[in-house]
């Protein structure tokens, strides 16, 4: 088999038991990989009425065929589970080199079942797979943890995939944090590892460096020239030079970036202090690439002469907003050591910046008490306050205990008109995107499936007037309009559910068909356009089904009333709010929903998930 | 790393430098004795360059200089291009460039010499070239040329050094050559609208992501 290593991974922590199976059981072509192909084994295997946070749960850590393979961009890995912040679907990505390793070590994926009674990691070598004692790591940041196992395991180029104390303290989104700085970040996966007393994962394969492909030298041909394609995608050169926070000051000028917890729209003399540019000049050492990347996206940034802020991984655009103008700080020097901080407990940074923003609301509206709060003042822009807030979270301290179980608990537990303003979709923290400026966005943010996402899409590209042939996106989208939006969000959430299987960068920006010569290059498959991109659709309505087993509705998507009712008086948004009605009832026809949301039989059985009914009907 | 598929061989790469002097001097982007060019495998810090004072498109594979980053040569018989210095500049500061061109482009040097900045008028000279800063100007072969360009690079793939030449960099050297060539097509095109009229710009919406991005 190409592509793909034709092997899993089970472990059943509760029993120590480790075996492995071929992956060849799935129908890999129907799936692909990556979060497809997790999806379709948690719907088998998952009962959705279980307690994320209970040995039932299942964790999923899995590449896709691409990964590991001579294709650029395809450094990823993602983990699935149930959230423990939504209680549905969760994925999270992270790049670096830790899923080309996972399948240089021998494996495509490792399901994870059970409890450990005591600490464990899991450390997989040249094919050797071993749970081992993890007691003294116990309570060590990522960055230890990482810089730990490859001294204990005396190998220097281990790959360390691995919980800090958030994930250990249960922290509702806590991330699981690799190669010292890349991040799954999102709807607490970390949680889900912590309660499951496994602090990290080690791989390593010393035998070879890329997965071979079906038609190698056809493969290198293509790719040798297919690189003009992807960096002459303008984001390409922009990524490069100054990361993603490179789209820091024209997404402000959309009005796009949140400012003061989506309360502001427009801060110029403070956004230009934590732009892209502004990061060149300062406290840049260098760009970083994952894997085989020929963009480099990542920053390398300098430590400072006091040494609060370290040499290190830097801060992307979203952590620069969400722990910058989010909470209305300009520093970019507590960006940089508030990104650290979260790294090191491994925390969500789009999450942790949302509390904490949402926190200084409550308190500017004095609706949390300083005795509450144990000495903090949470006052817009205190940089202090920010740090330490986010060391009370990691730590589950104090006011931190409340924060760490995210918006959407927080909010119940502070008072009642806090509920009005805590924003999130279906449990899961709003991205750095404000919907209003972009209202394609809003409805990818409701009906996403691990709740507000902005990496299942992307849309915004589209609505600033990208055009993709090859998904039928063929003509010029208005940002501000909502009875043409159903189209262009159904295809790029599919398309991006594609490259999520693949796995595949969303920043290599590459038409689907060449994609798909890549995939077919690589696998030996003879995969076509329209079979291909049906993969996208399926396993979108696959999570779907999952969902709405778990119990989510119609109502659940939605997005806060903030978004609803609610128009910024200034900035390039200015007086816009999201219709998200019409966009909905829309969006459910055009995927062949019924009203309700719900998939419609004959839609399921046009996808080959047939097997999904008698699940829904139940 | 592997770098299968990413990188040619050295071979090649060297072969390709060859190449790409060959048919800049062919089309008159550069005399025999002006322009220069290097290029690296991805992650090196080294680099293969063009030797200095030879007759450009007579180069062979074998007269190429490898030098490092500090401008230290490593291997080669012949002194490496004066340029070094922003070579260098431009590695140091670009993980993602593994190749640059200079060249001395008739059309896009007169444009520059008039102080006319190219504008956005065809989809290659807006998504390629975006940006093209002119840069004042500074004594060729010195290190204050090199500082100057490494300053300015990010976020550029194209930049113009008044009263001297043209930079063009790339991921490869395919990526740095089609930017000469585009740079030279919009400065044509360009310079024959000038002749009636200021050139007509595509509209600002059908390009909005990249008039926004680059800020042209
Ligand atoms: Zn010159």
Redesign the pocket.
């Known amino acids: 088999m190409f592509g793909h290593i034709n092997k899993l991974i089970r472990v059943n922590l509760t029993k120590s038991r480790i075996f492995t199976e071929n992956l060849d059981r799935y129908d890999l072509k129907e799936y692909i990989g990556g979060s497809g192909l997790a999806a379709k084994i948690i719907f088998d295997e998952l009962d959705p009425s279980v307690d994320p946070l209970s040995p039932e749960n299942i964790l999923l850590f899995m590449t896709g065929p691409l990964t590991g393979t001579a294709s650029p961009s395809c450094g990823r890995y993602c983990v699935c589970t149930k959230s423990p912040l939504t209680g549905l679907w969760a994925e999270s990505h992270a790049a670096g080199f830790w899923g080309p390793e996972l399948k240089f070590s021998g494996y495509d994926g490792i399901i994870i079942k059970g409890r450990s009674d005591t600490p464990v990691y899991l450390s997989i070598i040249d094919g050797k797979i071993e749970l081992r004692n993890a007691s003294k790591l116990w309570g060590t940041d990522t960055y230890q943890t990482e810089e730990y196992l490859k001294n204990e395991l005396e190998d220097q180029s281990l790959k360390v995939a691995s919980i800090g104390q958030a994930g250990e303290n249960g922290v509702l989104f806590a991330s699981i944090i690799n190669d010292s700085g890349r991040a799954a970040g999102r709807c607490g996966v970390g949680t889900v590892m912590g309660s499951k007393n496994l602090k990290a994962i080690a791989v390593r394969g010393t035998k070879i460096n890329v997965i071979p492909a079906a038609k190698n030298e056809m493969l290198k041909e293509f790719l040798r020239r297919i690189y003009v394609t992807i960096r002459s995608h303008p984001t390409a050169q922009i990524y490069s030079s100054y990361g993603t926070d490179g789209i820091m000051t024209m997404m402000h000028e959309y009005g796009d970036v949140p400012i003061k917890y989506f309360n502001k729209g427009s801060w110029t003399e403070g956004i230009e202090k934590i732009s892209g540019e502004a990061m060149a000049k300062s406290i840049l050492k260098k760009q970083w690439a994952c894997y085989r990347c020929i963009i480099a996206c990542g920053r390398h940034i300098t430590g400072n002469e006091s040494g609060t802020r370290k040499e290190g991984s830097g801060p992307e655009y979203e952590t620069c907003a969400s722990l910058g103008a989010l909470c209305l700080n300009d520093d970019l020097n507590i960006i940089a050591i508030g990104n650290e901080l979260c790294n090191r407990y491994g925390m969500d940074t789009i999450s942790s910046g949302s509390v904490i923003a949402f926190a200084m609301e409550c308190y500017e509206k004095r609706l949390i008490s300083k005795e509450n709060m144990e000495g903090l003042t949470l006052k817009w822009g205190d940089g202090d306050a920010i740090i330490n807030t986010l060391h009370q979270i990691g730590k589950t301290k104090g006011f931190g205990k409340i924060l760490a179980k995210g918006v959407k608990r927080a909010a119940k537990e502070i008072d009642k008109e806090a509920e009005e303003f805590a924003l999130h979709v279906k449990g899961l923290e709003i991205p750095m995107h404000d919907p209003r400026a972009f209202k394609g966005l809003g409805l990818q943010y409701a009906t996403s499936h691990r709740g507000a996402c902005h990496l299942r899409g992307l849309v915004y590209h589209i609505e600033q007037g990208e055009r993709v042939p090859d998904l039928g996106i063929h003509k010029r989208y208005e940002r501000f309009t909502t009875d043409d939006k159903a189209f262009p969000v159904i295809a790029v959430q599919n398309w991006h559910d594609i490259m999520d299987s693949l796995i595949m960068c969303k920043f290599a920006f590459l038409p689907p068909a060449s994609v798909l010569s890549m995939l077919n290059m690589v696998t030996g498959w003879d995969m076509k356009l329209d079979e291909f991109l049906k993969v996208g659709e399926r396993t979108y309505n696959l999570k779907r089904v999952f969902n709405i087993t778990c119990g989510a509705t119609k109502s659940d998507d939605t997005l806060p009333k903030r978004f609803l009712e609610e128009p910024l008086n200034d900035g390039g948004s200015k007086g816009q709010i999201v219709e998200l009605e019409l966009m909905l009832k829309n969006y459910y026809e055009e995927r062949g929903w019924t009203e309700r949301g719900i998939p419609k039989e004959e839609k399921l059985e046009e996808l080959d998930l047939s097997f999904t009914i008698p699940r829904l009907n139940r | 790393m592997n770098n299968m598929g990413i990188n040619l061989d050295e071979k090649n790469l060297k072969k390709q430098i060859i190449d790409c002097m060959k048919s800049l001097h062919s089309r008159g982007l550069m005399t025999g004795v ?3 060019a290097s290029a690296r495998q991805m992650g090196e810090e080294k680099a293969w360059i063009t030797p200095s004072g030879l007759y450009k498109p007579d180069l062979n594979p074998s007269d190429l200089v490898n030098i490092d980053l500090e401008g230290k040569v490593i291997e080669g018989m012949f002194k490496p291009s004066i ?1 070094w210095y922003f070579h260098t500049a431009i590695y140091k500061k670009r993980t993602d460039v593994n190749a640059i061109l ?3 482009s008739p059309f896009t040097m007169g444009l520059a010499l008039a102080n006319v900045k190219l504008r956005p008028i065809t989809f290659e000279a807006a998504t390629i070239l975006a940006d093209v800063p002119i840069l004042p100007f500074k004594y ?1 072969g010195t290190e204050e040329l090199g500082n100057q360009v490494g300053d300015t690079i990010l976020g550029k793939r194209a930049m113009i ?1 008044q009263n ?2 043209v930079i063009t960099v790339g991921f490869d050297l395919i990526e740095a050559l089609s930017t000469v060539e585009i740079l030279e097509e919009a400065a044509i095109m360009t310079f024959v609208a000038n002749i009636f009229g200021p050139p007509e710009e595509i509209p600002s919406d059908q390009i909005e992501l990249i008039k926004k991005l680059y800020k042209i």
Do not use: I, M
Request: hydrophobic share 10%; charged share 10%; no cysteine.
């Open positions: 002006g322009g220069n340029e200079h060249t001395h060729p050094l001297h030449g």
